[in-house]
């Protein structure tokens, strides 16, 4: 999903390829860290708290990077990478613990 978002950026600018690779990205991620961070909780409950955690780690990453370096479509693809890969490490952590 993070290659289709950064071509998008790079060359399609497509509104339509853009919005669903987005949001199949936004609802894996929060599905995960649902499951990873709030396995006791209702499933209405366990969802937004994931999708509060995934804005979480989305704004404070893309926060540094931009006070870092300058946020750009490839570095975007790389702060949209790493939190898909923390978000799944904890998925994977929590189902094995």
């Known amino acids: 999903m993070v290659l289709l ?10 509104v339509v390829v853009g919005v669903f690779s987005s949001v199949v990205f936004v609802v894996l991620n929060v599905v995960f860290l649902a499951n990873a961070l709030f396995r006791d909780e209702v499933s ?11 804005l979480l780690l989305l704004g404070v990453s893309g926060w540094v990077v931009l006070v870092v370096y300058d ?9 949209l990478l ?16």
Do not use: K, P, W, Y
């Open 5 to 14: 978002v950064f071509v998008n950026q790079v060359t399609v600018s497509s």
């Open 71 to 79: 946020l750009d479509a490839v570095r975007s693809a790389i702060v």
């Open 44 to 54: 209405f409950v366990r969802l937004m708290l994931g999708g509060v955690v995934f």
């Open 82 to 97: 790493a939190v898909g890969v923390v978000s799944s490490a904890l998925n994977r952590v929590g189902r094995e613990s």
